[in-house]
């Protein structure tokens, strides 16, 4: 088994455990370049992290939803999605996104440097973060507490 194999086993197991909640906690702020050229996060307005890759069938089946909560969103809410990286490049992540009409600011995390700042252990990976980079909230899948915080900061 090759080394991206198992770091991306490693991943999908991982998804399968259920997260805790988490507890607000200092998180430093991030800057990274979109797939798309455009520097994020912009502004100060809270942020919904979701970590994907192509390949998780949990993190496909959410990006409808994804999708609309970016859509429906004002200044109140940035929605980021972060492509882990792992078995990916940036082009089949830019084809997946152009494929299906995605328009979210997308992230591709080429060296895990987000998924290490975050500790990612699994796809898919929600995490809320307030105006001040402070984590709130964090899930392996999309829950009802999770579509009801982001439908508060709408």
Same mark, same amino acid.
């Given at each position: 088994?090759? #080394?991206? $194999?198992?770091?991306?086993?490693?991943?999908?197991?991982?998804?399968?455990?259920?997260?805790? @909640?988490? $507890?607000?906690?200092?998180?430093?702020?991030f800057s990274a370049t979109?797939?798309?050229?455009?520097?994020?996060?912009?502004?100060?307005?809270?942020?919904?992290?979701?970590?994907?890759?192509?390949?998780?069938?949990?993190?496909?089946?959410?990006?409808? @939803?994804?999708?609309?909560?970016?859509?429906?969103?004002?200044?109140?809410?940035?929605?980021?999605?972060?492509?882990?990286?792992?078995?990916?490049?940036?082009?089949?992540?830019?084809?997946?996104?152009?494929? #299906?009409?995605?328009?979210?600011?997308?992230?591709?995390?080429?060296?895990?440097?987000?998924?290490?700042?975050?500790?990612?252990?699994?796809?898919p990976t929600h995490i809320?973060?307030?105006?001040?980079?402070?984590?709130?909230?964090?899930?392996?899948?999309?829950?009802?507490?999770?579509?009801?915080?982001?439908?508060?900061?709408?």
């Open positions: 088994m090759t #080394h991206t $194999t198992l770091s991306a086993a490693i991943l999908v197991l991982g998804s399968l455990s259920t997260l805790a @909640h988490a $507890t607000p906690s200092n998180t430093a702020v979109s797939i798309t050229g455009k520097q994020l996060p912009e502004g100060d307005a809270p942020i919904y992290l979701k970590f994907w890759a192509t390949w998780c069938s949990y993190c496909i089946e959410e990006m409808p @939803h994804l999708q609309d909560t970016y859509q429906d969103t004002n200044d109140k809410l940035q929605v980021i999605a972060v492509n882990v990286g792992f078995n990916q490049n940036i082009g089949l992540v830019r084809r997946y996104m152009q494929k #299906h009409n995605y328009t979210i600011p997308t992230i591709f995390d080429a060296q895990g440097q987000l998924v290490q700042q975050f500790k990612v252990t699994g796809t809320l973060l307030d105006s001040d980079g402070n984590e709130v909230y964090r899930s392996a899948l999309l829950t009802d507490e999770l579509k009801q915080r982001l439908e508060a900061l709408k």
